[in-house]
């Protein structure tokens, strides 16, 4: 039985769709380039970040409770909610302790 893996015109295929990938990956990576340098020409800045404040998680605590603990008492604490997990990409209420989040004020 022979040592090599894949006979040879199926080397040439592999190269060549390798080749082919290499390519394609290179020229998406141009576009990107070129879409972010017309952005920056144009003026186009990212949308700032919203004010906010960084809490630490600790042992206990919950989303509703920071949430709640910084919403203004004539808001209702659900606004802030969904801002927090907004802010820091949260799909649910999950947290940990230890866990950095921001609070919007």
Do not use: Y
Not at 4 to 15: D, G, T, Y
Not at 47 to 52: A, D, G, L, Q, S
Not at 60 to 84: E, M, Q
Not at 91 to 102: A, D, E, F, K, N
């Amino acid at each position: 039985m022979s040592a090599q893996r894949f006979p040879s015109h199926n080397r040439s295929v592999h190269r060549h769709v390798l080749g082919l990938v290499v390519s394609r990956l290179a020229a998406a990576c141009a576009v990107v380039w070129a879409a972010s340098a017309l952005a920056n020409a144009r003026g186009i800045k990212p949308k700032p970040e919203p004010p906010h404040v960084t809490v630490t998680v600790h042992t206990g605590d919950t989303l509703w409770g920071i949430a709640r603990k910084h919403t203004d008492p004539s808001r209702d604490v659900r606004s802030t909610l969904f801002a927090i997990q907004e802010l820091n990409s949260l799909s649910g209420s999950l947290i940990q302790p230890g866990q950095v989040i921001r609070v919007p004020l």
